[in-house]
């Protein structure tokens, strides 16, 4: 299968729901893949549009199934909050919709005690804020790289049956960092390691 760059997170949740019992998926971020992978493998899944109403469109106009709630809604507090007064928990919150709120989505779902919250595009630390994440101590944090695009970082916290994601094999991907928790941001120092052993900066004094 040729590399997609869009598509680097669907092995790592082929591997998330054959290793967890995942029935309820929310997801921000609507799209061609995680949306229909989710709606194929999950008994119910809530998919969250933040912020074009065209695309939600486009992808409400793909997908026809009985298990599949789309919303449009800007803010997730407002969809956390609806679940929470539904009495529902998801077994697995998928953060991948507006910038301004994908860390802010982590850390709903983590107060929740959501029990797998994925991040997209876990990288890009400053644009998606990821060092604001405030990640309890009970829940584990496993990095996944993309070997053939070293930049592409999907992020799993799992808050139990950490030692399965521990011996996970994931073709094309490393797992490149385990088991850190809050305050730590190890994505940063991991980066700087990276671009000392290119030769891209100086080495530490
Ligand atoms: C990265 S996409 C979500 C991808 C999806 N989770 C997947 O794996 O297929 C995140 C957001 O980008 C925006 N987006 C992506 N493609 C778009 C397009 N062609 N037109 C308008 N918005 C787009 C939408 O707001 C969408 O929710």
Redesign the pocket.
Known sequence: MEFDN?AS?LPVFEKVFAAFEIKKVL?F???????SFFVNHAEFVVSV????E??YEEIKARINSPNWRPVFQPDPKVVFEQFDADNQKPDLV?S??AARTRCLVANLAMERNVPVVVL?DAEKIWHYKWNLLCIPANYARFNFRHRKDVNKVTTILANDNQSILEQWDIPDHDRILQAYSSPCQPVISLHIEICRSQGLIGQAK
């Open positions: 869009y997170h997801e971020g609507l799209g061609k893949f995680s949306t549009e933040q912020e074009s065209e695309w998928f991948d919709g997209h």
